[in-house]
T-cell receptor, first 114, second 113 residues
Framework: AQSVTQLDSQVPVFEEAPVELRCNYS??????LFWYVQYPNQGLQLLLK??????LVKGINGFEAEFNKSQTSFHLRKPSVHISDTAEYFC????????????FGRGTSLIVHP | DTAVSQTPKYLVTQMGNDKSIKCEQN?????MYWYKQDSKKFLKIMFS???????INETVPNRFSPKSPDKAHLNLHINSLELGDSAVYFC????????????FGDGTRLSIL
């Protein structure tokens, strides 16, 4: 079985500053990794995913994430955030050979201040 | 076009009542899910259906009963509602497979008085 840890429950940042949201996972087999974003009063939307290949993955809205197998991490980054990036961000992992139901982290609330 | 739609968006009712939430997806996916999100945003899988067959049934009280009349629909019926059932319920769908991302509806906010 896999598990996901999002180390920060809340990340406050000023507009136009860079941000990194941390995600670590645990699994005995290879994994697929996902980041989702949830804006207020909406469902989750896929930001980006890592399936295989290049460890640097680019997603929507200028976000990117880097898969680091040795550190079992999949941190999400954006070089310059906007007020509109204020949302809840979820990291999710699924085993390549197991259940197709992903395990979600507890979420990180990104708060962008003007 | 809305990919995954849930109705109603808000549901306010009293303890002990029975209520249903409907979900429909027009993405042609063969797997659908129900999640419960609590006030701290924690997302918990409740059920998963693949081609109308129940695949996953996590530790959910028997008062919750999913029904899938066809691949595009997965409804959730809740009997004898309790205060602890207050939450946001999300329907999602995907193609089958661990590498397939999920597509979520906008949620149904259930409040028990």
């Amino acid at each position: 079985a896999q598990s996901v840890t999002q180390l920060d429950s809340q990340v406050p940042v000023f507009e136009e500053a860079p941000v990194e949201l941390r995600c670590n996972y645990s699994s005995s087999v290879s994994v697929y990794l996902f980041w989702y974003v949830q804006y207020p009063n909406q469902g989750l939307q896929l930001l980006l995913k890592y399936l295989s290949g290049s460890t640097l993955v680019k997603g929507i809205n200028g976000f990117e994430a880097e898969f680091n197998k040795s550190q079992t991490s999949f941190h999400l980054r954006k070089p310059s955030v906007h007020i509109s990036d204020t949302a809840e961000y979820f990291c999710a992992v699924s085993d390549t050979g197991g259940s197709y139901i992903p395990t979600f982290g507890r979420g990180t609330s990104l708060i962008v201040h003007p | 076009d809305t990919a995954v739609s849930q109705t109603p968006k808000y549901l306010v009712t009293q303890m002990g009542n029975d209520k249903s939430i409907k979900c429909e997806q027009n993405l042609g996916h063969d797997t659908m899910y129900w999640y419960k999100q609590d006030s701290k945003k924690f997302l918990k899988i409740m059920f998963s259906y693949n081609n109308k067959e129940l695949i996953i049934n996590e530790t959910v009280p028997n008062r919750f009963s999913p029904k899938s009349p066809d691949k595009a629909h997965l409804n959730l019926h809740i009997n004898s509602l309790e205060l602890g059932d207050s939450a946001v319920y999300f329907c999602a769908s995907s193609q089958t497979g661990p590498n397939q991302p999920q597509h979520f509806g906008d949620g149904t906010r259930l409040s028990i008085l």
